[in-house]
């Protein structure tokens, strides 16, 4: 019905506008397999909302000679820092679905070394920007993906408009049966 944007008439028993509003109001399908619950989304909205951030207590901290930037420093100085975050210790803050998607998400796949999140840092000369630059990242990467499921609700105009489409849809839909309906009916012969 629809090629490169383009929407071809329908020559069965479809009118073109109602070959319209089918791409535009599909019927209703069953729900998928990543379907996220209305409670699923409001601990989602809590989560976020509560801007939770690791601490070092949570993380495994490791230092490595860093290569790059920082001259002598750096050849002396272990200031390469690699930050791991078990995800285990993600359930008590967590919601149980969102972490089965940390578990899974293709966003997080090379960060991902044995069920921990791994990051490395190396952009500063000094261990501990490193380490609050790497525990940030972490930070930002998993409020990124937490957003990406998060939906906002639909607002009540928004509902109320969509509705009054859907209504004059089906009513030009309706009519335009009719109108074949009685062009149909007056071909007839009637024979008395």
């Not at 399908?29 to 619950?37: K, L």
């Not at 690791?54 to 690699?82: C, H, M, Y």
């Not at 149980?96 to 069920?115: A, G, I, M, P, T």
Request: aromatic share 8%.
């Amino acid at each position: 019905m629809m090629a490169n944007g383009i929407v071809w008439r329908s020559f069965q028993s479809r009118s073109l506008f109602h070959t319209y509003s089918l791409i535009l109001f599909p019927k209703k399908q069953s729900r998928p397999e990543g379907f996220i619950t209305k409670e699923q989304m409001s601990e989602l909205a809590s989560f976020l909302k509560q801007n939770w951030k690791p601490t070092k207590d949570q993380v495994e901290i490791k230092f490595a000679r860093s290569s790059g930037p920082g001259g002598q420093n750096v050849n002396k100085l272990n200031t390469k820092v690699t930050v791991s975050l078990p995800l285990e210790h993600l359930r008590s803050v967590v919601p149980s679905f969102l972490l089965k998607h940390f578990y899974s998400c293709q966003e997080l796949r090379r960060f991902r070394v044995d069920n921990q999140l791994q990051i490395q840092s190396q952009r500063t000369r000094t261990q501990s920007k490193n380490v609050q630059d790497a525990l940030s990242r972490i930070t930002n990467l998993l409020h990124e993906v937490a957003k990406s499921l998060y939906i906002a609700p639909t607002s009540p105009e928004k509902v109320q408009r969509i509705t009054a489409l859907k209504e004059n849809a089906k009513n030009k839909r309706l009519q335009e049966k009719k109108k074949k309906s009685m062009k149909k009916s007056s071909r007839r012969i009637s024979i008395d």
